[in-house]
């Protein structure tokens, strides 16, 4: 098992923030929600899990519940789902936008479930596992509240495939190699070392689909890149003074000239977890 995570994320321990930015956190998380690369990524998710009427599913790392939601629509009339996160304040925001279908609000840490074993057909576990102490006990307490039989659906974001075009020459890299662990968590290849997670933890049926996501323009890209979005404040930066002015008006000039890009990959991984 690899060590803990020393370096946390934002996401981390969003209770521990000053109330303005894990309002922000929760409407980036909303944002997100609607922007049609994550949504092509969501797809793919929902495809590979194949959620059936019935099923009992447990939403790991919840958010704002709309993911949880979606899953009761499939589940729909019998099943349920339980949206689970290690925030209070974001659980009670997802509290405040139910719909009336069937998911079940929990605070929890992913790492330590307080849940039965094998409770649940399967499990989604989307964009968390960068931001916990240690994955593999996160996909241990997963594999163990699944029944023999059921599906586990990752999704994470593989910080390392991001990469710029349009700006000049090197400058985004020196951008990421200051904002690495900051902005992005320090294991910034979470997406791509899933597939090799649940190969070591015994899983069967796995398949692992690795998605770009492509942003031709800042007001794009700053839904899901951190480092592109003028609105996060400077103090939040770790980067040595004028760097982030420098890098934002390249964004801004290749935003104005249509030559704007960004790619990032973020993989969805399955396994099945054996009798
Ligand atoms: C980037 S957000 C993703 C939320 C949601 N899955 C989505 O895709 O919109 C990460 C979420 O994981 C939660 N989280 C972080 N560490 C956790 C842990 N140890 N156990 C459960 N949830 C955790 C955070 O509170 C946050 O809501």
């Given at each position: 098992?690899?060590?803990?995570?020393?370096?946390?994320?934002?996401?981390?321990?969003?209770?521990?923030?000053?109330?303005?930015?894990?309002?922000?956190?929760?409407?980036?998380?909303?944002?997100?929600?609607?922007?049609?690369?994550?949504?092509?990524?969501?797809?793919?998710?929902?495809?590979?899990?194949?959620?059936?009427?019935?099923?009992?599913?447990?939403?790991?790392?919840?958010?704002?519940?709309?993911?949880?939601?979606?899953?009761?629509?499939?589940?729909?009339?019998?099943?349920?789902?339980?949206?689970?996160?290690?925030?209070?304040?974001?659980?009670?925001?997802?509290?405040?936008?139910?719909?009336?279908?069937?998911?079940?609000?929990?605070?929890?840490?992913?790492?330590?479930?307080?849940?039965?074993?094998?409770?649940?057909?399967?499990?989604?576990?989307?964009?968390?596992?960068?931001?916990?102490?240690?994955?593999?006990?996160?996909i241990d307490e997963?594999?163990?509240?699944?029944?023999?039989?059921?599906?586990?659906?990752?999704?994470?974001?593989?910080?390392?495939?991001?990469?710029?075009?349009?700006?000049?020459?090197?400058?985004?890299?020196?951008?990421?190699?200051?904002?690495?662990?900051?902005?992005?968590?320090?294991?910034?290849?979470?997406?791509?070392?899933?597939?090799?997670?649940?190969?070591?933890?015994?899983?069967?049926?796995?398949?692992?689909?690795?998605?770009?996501?492509?942003?031709?323009?800042?007001?794009?890209?700053?839904?899901?890149?951190?480092?592109?979005?003028?609105r996060v404040p400077?103090?939040?930066?770790?980067?040595?003074?004028?760097?982030r002015d420098e890098?934002?008006?390249?964004?801004?000039?290749?935003?104005?000239?249509?030559?704007?890009?960004?790619?990032?990959?973020?993989?969805?991984?399955?396994?099945?977890?054996?009798?």
């Amino acid at each position: 098992m690899e060590p803990a995570q020393k370096e946390r994320t934002p996401f981390s321990d969003i209770d521990g923030l000053p109330a303005s930015m894990s309002a922000m956190l929760l409407d980036a998380l909303t944002e997100m929600g609607r922007h049609p690369e994550i949504r092509r990524v969501r797809r793919v998710a929902f495809e590979m899990l194949a959620p059936a009427p019935g099923q009992r599913l447990l939403d790991a790392g919840s958010g704002s519940g709309e993911v949880a939601r979606r899953l009761a629509r499939e589940v729909a009339p019998t099943g349920e789902v339980v949206a689970l996160d290690h925030s209070a304040s974001i659980t009670a925001a997802a509290v405040a936008r139910h719909d009336g279908s069937a998911v079940r609000y929990l605070t929890g840490d992913v790492c330590a479930l307080d849940l039965p074993s094998d409770a649940f057909d399967g499990v989604w576990c989307e964009r968390v596992l960068q931001h916990v102490e240690s994955a593999d006990r996160a996909i241990d307490e997963l594999i163990r509240v699944t029944r023999p039989g059921g599906r586990i659906c990752l999704v994470d974001t593989d910080w390392s495939s991001l990469a710029f075009d349009g700006m000049p020459s090197g400058l985004g890299d020196v951008v990421l190699a200051h904002v690495r662990g900051h902005f992005t968590p320090k294991q910034h290849d979470m997406g791509r070392t899933l597939r090799r997670r649940l190969v070591a933890a015994g899983l069967t049926d796995l398949a692992a689909v690795p998605v770009t996501c492509v942003f031709t323009s800042p007001d794009s890209a700053a839904v899901v890149l951190p480092m592109v979005n003028p609105r996060v404040p400077e103090e939040v930066w770790a980067t040595p003074p004028g760097l982030r002015d420098e890098w934002l008006a390249c964004v801004e000039a290749a935003g104005a000239s249509g030559t704007f890009l960004a790619v990032l990959t973020i993989w969805v991984v399955t396994g099945t977890v054996p009798a």
